[in-house]
């Protein structure tokens, strides 16, 4: 199955205090991107890098949030931006930090609620990202965007979410670092949790499966939001959230390629690149090898790569 790949760059740095992750769009096309997509039979529609709407004056209760106007205005935009990306194609949001799922997903959202078909979401990431803006400590809103996509309450100044996606239609998949508040929220919502203790047990293949098979019965539409870090940081080193203990290279491809036998998924976003923190581009170039995997190469179809 062909697809119609629409390549939206959002080089969102609001969402953490580390800078480095408004150069990803940039380091995934020169990693190749497009050409991987193309060589696989796809068509590739680049629409560039879009930008925040301006916001100002928002407030929240909470003093530790930081960059809020900024964040309102990058989830305004890729909203807006993502609903109309669905209707046309595929899109692939090119991130950016992990905040642009607030915006990202609620596009997808729409979408989907016009279209009368549920969505699902698959969070490929070492956190479960279920702050809200009340309970984050930090302050950082990359840690919210699930709790955002579940529709949990505390989130104000940001509008509500568009369709809030039911806990039961939300897979968390490779998580290993959650903090009390995200956990206590957490256990009072049906999300499936497979961290990397149920991946060590079961493996890979059995949980994320049966996540497939409830997406495949309810004629689901399937975002898939995938963070660097969900990977090892000893193969993908350019993150600033890094957490032993992530899924090895070939975990990774074998979840991209059941995903492209699935034949569900209907949106991609790559989140948490920091380029400044790569190693002559390794980590772009094995996240675009990811989504070559998720979009059909086979395991015999992969080059051999020096870094020499």
């Known amino acids: 199955m062909t697809r119609h790949c629409i390549l939206v760059g959002a080089p969102v740095d609001s969402g953490q205090r580390r800078p480095g992750c408004l150069m990803g769009p940039a380091a995934y096309r020169v990693a190749g991107l497009a050409a991987t997509l193309m060589e696989l039979g796809h068509s590739v529609e680049d629409r560039g890098d879009v930008a925040p709407r301006a916001v100002t004056g928002s407030a929240c209760a909470n003093p530790a949030v930081h960059h809020l106007d900024e964040t309102m205005g990058w989830t305004e935009t890729l909203t807006e931006v993502g609903q109309a990306a669905m209707a046309d194609g595929f899109p692939i949001f090119l991130g950016g930090d992990h905040s642009l799922s607030l915006g990202s997903v609620a596009g997808v959202a729409k979408h989907a609620q016009t279209a009368g078909r549920p969505l699902f979401v698959l969070w490929l990431d070492a956190h479960s990202d279920f702050h809200t803006v009340e309970t984050t400590a930090s302050g950082n809103l990359h840690g919210t965007p699930v709790g955002y996509i579940a529709g949990r309450s505390g989130f104000d100044p940001f509008p509500p979410f568009p369709a809030p996606v039911p806990a039961r239609n939300i897979c968390l998949f490779g998580i290993r670092s959650v903090d009390p508040a995200e956990h206590a929220g957490l256990l009072a919502h049906d999300i499936a949790m497979n961290d990397m203790r149920v991946l060590d047990e079961r493996g890979i293949v059995a949980?994320?499966?049966?996540?497939?098979?409830?997406?495949?019965?309810?004629?689901?539409?399937?975002?898939?939001?995938?963070?660097?870090?969900?990977?090892?940081?000893?193969i993908a080193p350019a993150v600033g959230t890094t957490v032993p203990g992530g899924t090895t290279f070939r975990e990774a491809h074998l979840v991209?390629?059941?995903?492209?036998?699935?034949?569900?998924?209907?949106?991609?976003?790559?989140?948490?690149?920091?380029?400044?923190?790569?190693?002559?581009?390794?980590?772009?170039?094995?996240?675009?090898?990811?989504?070559?995997s998720l979009m059909g190469r086979k395991v015999f179809d992969r080059p051999t790569r020096s870094f020499g």
């Open 207 to 234: 949980p994320l499966r049966e996540f497939l098979d409830q997406v495949r019965a309810a004629n689901g539409m399937l975002h898939v939001s995938l963070d660097v870090d969900f990977l090892d940081p000893a």
């Open 256 to 292: 991209m390629e059941l995903l492209h036998e699935s034949a569900l998924v209907t949106s991609l976003d790559l989140v948490e690149l920091n380029a400044f923190l790569d190693e002559r581009g390794r980590t772009a170039k094995l996240m675009v090898d990811l989504v070559g």
